[in-house]
């Protein structure tokens, strides 16, 4: 009844899609109606208004009322590019072009069929959001295409006055740096994502390469949003020291000695070396000051091995099993296989247990396409086939997808598909039929899964001498040629799926591509290029003539692609602009679509049908058991990059927090609050540990308090229950957090004047930075282990995503805390040493690295926050400043 009821609705209503096409057919109107008017103003003043409406839209501040003011002229706008576009490019928009720009402007998705000109679509809403000065990405599946259509489409942006830049493999940062400051920016979508984490590790703000991320155009967006999103976009590289450290500094913690070379504190779980045991580590280590920066990380490593050591016992922290460290969780007893120890701390038990430390490369920035492009304040789409896709676009980004109709009907016959039992049989038939076509004349294109089945067929069409051409991935450039006369008369063509994105087959023939071939250039002035034009113009339209006769294009499909998409796409290079065309798929039982989603079910069809060897079988049932088959791949295929970017948005916050903060630290403003903050917050810590207010201050450890302050500021404050705070003795914690604060900061202070002020803001700036980056780099790699084990979690009756984002925060808080201890530390264990000139603060040199879709680039690494330009002074050498005291006693205490 209620589908009864529904189908009565649509037909008086309409569809929802056909609504909202409905809405928008007045702006059309409105766009047509201004044509004469534009039509008749001069070049100069079309770039006027251009330039006029970007001043005042880029001077709005407020997100929604820019977008009412562009809304409210957007049917002068998209007038204007219309007639720009024919004077440059001698191209119209259609009707239905003016409809996809404004969806794409809505930021949401156009469903246009192959042939209606998507990439003339998107200079409309390209040039209306370029009017705000925020910047428009226009994002392509491979370089070719964004060199190709940012030179096409740039003469209509260049024309308008506005500027547009390209972003492909191998631009220099300076070239990228333009290019995104470009008005409209074409790229791969690569390129996008990879350029986003590079500038996130970085060690000046001037050196980022994008801006905001504005407004995104995506082309061909079920290729890059769905297909491509089943991987993540990462930059890994090698660890910053070789694991050898790691062996040979445990092979110096056995020979320290408790309370002679190191103090442990129960409470706080914490250790630390005396000044003895700072000597002994040095000579052991043959190393004269471990507290120059040069040591810095030498330093850190004889920490965490004095920690695995002395805090980690082996079957109670964790236990070694074939060959691994595997943490025991201390509240359930659990092996927590997968989770590591970061800041290094894993790698000093590995050491201890003699047991592999695991990977030297790890991952060092890394993001989906789901979220890469979901920081666009708006994004749209354009594409041939998004419809099958609009509930995983909806769910993940949040796109409506709206089918545009075709400028002229369609008329294309699509013939039920044809199933064999054999696979020989199916390919036999198929090359029957390419004969059958080529005989009349009607050119063929024919579809395969594989570059395997491709050769395939082409080594079969060999033997029966019929010319034609194999298209690969290989060279986008040379496709492209190849695919535009594929509707050449008798023309064969053998592509894999993946073949002419962004090129339209002409039937009978492109005379541009032919004449370039000729001239040896596409320059329109080009007179070679003119006169070879006019020659190839005349002998295409003859052409067309016969294969309009033949039939047009036939699409010939060896196999179904396990998404129904991928199929649509090839069918729709065949009909475009009202054009005729048929197609037809072949398949058979050995497909692999069939023989794993649904053979069995097809063979008992086949049966109770009474099929015959070498007899083909067309049915409805067939056509729903193989519609069905694909259902259950794409639902399988959606659950997959479902499942990865659920798991990716746990590490999305926490990107976002550590970019953020990144950009804070680049940003310029001093830092030395935050180190204070922090420092206060360590001290309230040591006050929460050892000074218990319910009981007498002359019973606290004051030695541990006095400890715990070297271990943290390495300074002695040389507290006792007899210090007094506003001249009353100390009562509680909070008293010792005052006094303790208030030592802390004039400590602070003083090697702010010993250093100087801009030396010491330099200082906070690095170490910040450094230890940021470092450990991000080390909880990358934790949360790689937890993820690659949590799966397990599923046994115990757990939910393993819940695990993973209980465990995943909770590290990230240690981050946090570890990172707060971290940079006090250096910060006052950093020795800056002037003798005669003011030390120099070097930043880092950049490391090679490689990116997981291909590619090597540079980017700094975690830096060494000092460079010593003056003579360098042993710990155990006499002061410089004349006392007579060795130098650890005097300045370098």
């Not at 994002?139 to 308008?160: K, P, Q």
């Not at 995506?218 to 089943?230: T, Y």
């Not at 064999?420 to 004969?435: L, Q």
Request: net charge negative; with cysteine.
């Amino acid at each position: 009844m209620a589908s009864a009821f529904s189908l009565v609705a649509r037909k008086i209503f309409g569809s929802k899609n056909e609504r909202e096409i409905k809405r928008l057919r007045p702006d059309v109107d409105e766009i047509n109606r201004l044509e004469p008017e534009i039509s008749a103003l001069n070049d100069d003043a079309l770039r006027a208004k251009i330039a006029e409406w970007k001043a005042s839209i880029s001077a709005i501040e407020e997100r929604e009322q820019r977008d009412e003011a562009m809304l409210e002229i957007l049917p002068q706008v998209f007038a204007v590019v219309r007639e720009a576009s024919k004077r440059t490019i001698g191209q119209r928009h259609f009707d239905v072009q003016l409809i996809g720009g404004m969806i794409l402007h809505q930021g949401r998705i156009a469903e246009m069929k192959t042939g209606e000109g998507k990439t003339l679509v998107a200079t409309l809403p390209a040039v209306l959001n370029a009017l705000s000065g925020r910047g428009v990405h226009v994002v392509t599946v491979n370089d070719y295409l964004a060199r190709r259509d940012s030179e096409w489409m740039g003469r209509i942006y260049s024309f308008l006055g506005l500027t547009v830049g390209v972003v492909v493999h191998g631009l220099t940062d300076q070239e990228r740096k333009v290019a995104y400051r470009a008005d409209i920016t074409y790229g791969q979508n690569n390129e996008f994502g990879f350029d986003y984490l590079r500038d996130n590790m970085k060690f000046n703000i001037e050196d980022y390469v994008q801006r905001e991320h504005n407004f995104a155009i995506v082309d061909e967006v079920d290729s890059i949003l769905i297909d491509e999103a089943r991987t993540p976009l990462i930059i890994s590289g090698a660890s910053e020291e070789s694991t050898d450290t790691y062996y040979v500094v445990d092979r110096v913690i056995p020979r320290l000695k408790p309370e002679e070379h190191y103090t442990i504190d129960e409470k706080m779980r914490t250790v630390a070396l005396t000044e003895d045991g700072v000597t002994r580590v040095e000579q052991l280590l043959g190393v004269e000051n471990l507290y120059d920066p040069r040591n810095i990380l030498l330093l850190h490593h004889a920490n965490q091995g004095l920690r695995a050591h002395t805090l980690f016992k082996r079957d109670v922290d964790y236990v070694v099993k074939e060959g691994e460290v595997i943490i025991v969780d201390e509240f359930t007893g659990r092996l927590m296989p997968g989770r590591r120890w970061s800041d290094g701390l894993h790698q000093a038990v590995e050491a201890k247990e003699n047991v592999k430390i695991e990977s030297e490369n790890q991952t060092l920035a890394t993001i989906t396409f789901q979220n890469y492009f979901r920081m666009y304040k708006k994004l749209s789409g354009m594409t041939g086939t998004a419809d099958t896709e609009a509930v995983e676009f909806k769910e993940i980004y949040h796109l409506d997808v709206v089918v545009i109709p075709t400028n002229q009907p369609m008329i294309r016959i699509d013939n039920h598909d044809v199933v064999y039992k054999t696979e020989v049989e199916k390919f036999d038939a198929v090359i029957e039929e390419i004969a059958d076509c080529h005989e009349r004349g009607q050119p063929v294109l024919v579809g395969t899964v594989s570059i395997e089945k491709s050769e395939r067929v082409a080594d079969k069409l060999k033997k029966t001498g019929i010319k034609h051409y194999v298209l690969n991935a290989k060279n986008h450039e040379r496709e492209a040629e190849i695919v535009a006369q594929a509707g050449r008369f008798g023309a064969v063509t053998i592509s894999t799926n993946m073949a002419g994105r962004g090129t339209d087959i002409v039937l009978g023939g492109n005379p541009e591509f032919m004449a370039a071939a000729d001239a040896g250039t596409k320059e329109p002035t080009d007179p070679n290029f003119r006169a070879a034009l006019a020659k190839y113009v005349e002998q295409c339209k003859a052409e067309r003539e016969k294969v309009l006769e033949a039939g047009g294009l036939h699409i010939l499909g060896t196999e179904r692609h396990e998404s129904r998409r991928i199929d649509n796409q090839l069918r729709g290079r065949s009909g475009r602009q009202g054009d005729p065309g048929s197609s037809r798929f072949y398949m058979s039982l050995e497909d692999d679509l069939l023989r794993i989603f649904g053979a069995d079910r097809l063979k008992g069809l086949m049966g109770r049908i009474g099929m015959e060897d070498n007899e083909p079988i067309e049915h409805r049932w067939i056509s729903r058991a193989i519609e069905n088959a694909q259902k259950k791949v794409e639902a399988h295929n959606f659950d997959i990059r479902k499942h990865l970017l659920e798991y990716d948005d746990v590490m999305n916050k926490q990107r976002e927090v550590v970019y953020h903060r990144r950009r804070e630290l680049l940003s310029g403003a001093s830092l030395k609050a935050d180190v204070l903050d922090m420092c206060d917050a360590l001290i309230e810590e040591i006050a929460a540990a050892h000074g218990n207010n319910e009981i007498d201050p002359a019973e606290w450890d004051w030695k541990a308090i006095d400890d715990a302050f070297f271990k943290q500021f390495k300074f002695r404050p040389g507290f006792s229950a007899q210090i007094e705070v506003g001249g009353n003795p100390i009562h509680g914690s909070d008293d010792l957090i005052e006094i303790g604060s208030e030592r802390v900061h004039q400590l602070y202070d003083q090697r702010e004047t010993e250093f100087t002020e801009p030396v010491m803001r330099q200082i906070e700036k690095i170490v910040m930075l450094q230890t940021l980056d470092s450990l991000w780099k080390d909880h990358l790699l934790a949360m790689d282990h937890l993820k690659e084990g949590i799966g397990l979690r599923g046994y115990a009756q757990v939910n393993p995503l819940v695990e993973y984002q209980k465990e995943g925060f909770t590290m990230f808080e240690a981050l946090m805390a570890v990172m707060q201890q971290d940079v006090v530390e250096k910060v006052f264990s950093v020795q800056v040493q002037r003798q005669q000139d003011v030390e120099q603060i070097q930043q880092p040199k950049p490391q090679r690295v490689v990116m997981s879709h291909g590619g090597e680039t540079e980017v700094p690494p975690a830096a060494t926050p000092v460079k010593r330009e003056a003579e360098k002074v042993g710990r155990n050498d006499p002061c410089p400043c004349g006392s007579g005291k060795k130098y650890k006693r005097c300045h370098g205490k």
